[in-house]
């Protein structure tokens, strides 16, 4: 009797297979056969879960920032206002190898959405959800610290502006800029809208 694959666990696997290839080999060794040898299946199964080679692509965006989204929100548990608005941010920086591997996928996928309007799309829809996301904890820490001002959604923008920086900077040049300097720079960006905590003092 055959092995019942689950439909959606496929096609995580086979999301997650793109990935390792684009960090390996960039976009333009993200064949569809390259997937399909390092997911371990054969080419014309891949047809069978996508209908095309954008439509790997878009699910490995969405990929890559489920597991972000996972990470942040396993480490928020029990935290709120301005500790976990800080939590959080730091738990994006790409601090580490997987981070910074992260990275340089989001470059690559940036430059390829220059030319092909899905994955823009995709990286739009991302970045909005991301930014309610930071809002909401932006609001949190307001009311927290009793500030009114400035609007939550440019409080987000500079700070994903600064994240985004941060993050090209590491996937291109790992070794010129240190956690703890990344970890300064959004602790001051944090403080210049008048977010501290106990430990600022």
């Known amino acids: 009797m055959s092995k019942i694959v689950n439909h959606a666990e496929r096609r ?11 960090s390996r080999a960039g976009l333009s060794g993200a064949t569809t056969r390259e997937i399909a040898k390092e997911a371990g299946v ?14 790997i692509l ?22 709120s ?7 959080a941010i730091h738990d994006a920086l790409p601090n580490d190898e997987e981070g910074r591997i992260g990275e340089q996928i989001e470059l690559a996928f940036w430059a390829y959405g220059l030319g ?12 909005t959800e991301w930014r ?12 927290e610290q009793h500030l009114s001002a400035p609007d939550p ?9 600064t994240l985004d920086g941060l993050g090209a900077q590491v996937a291109l040049y790992p070794d010129r800029i240190s956690s703890d300097r990344m970890f300064a720079i959004m602790n001051a960006t944090l403080a210049g809208f008048g977010f501290v905590t106990d430990n600022d003092h």
């Open 153 to 161: 959604s440019l409080i987000a923008e500079t700070i994903i502006c």
């Open 132 to 143: 309610r996301a930071l809002e909401l904890l932006i609001r949190g820490a307001q009311a």
């Open 58 to 79: 878009r699910a490995a965006l969405q990929r890559s920032y489920q597991q972000l989204a996972e990470r942040i929100d396993a480490n928020l548990n029990g935290l």
């Open 116 to 127: 092909n309007h899905d994955i823009a799309e995709e990286r739009w829809r991302s970045y």
């Open 81 to 87: 206002g301005t500790e976990a608005l800080r939590q």
């Open 12 to 22: 995580l696997e086979i999301a997650d297979a793109c990935l390792a290839v684009v």
């Open 42 to 55: 054969s080419h014309g199964i891949i047809a069978h879960y996508f209908n095309s080679k954008n439509d």
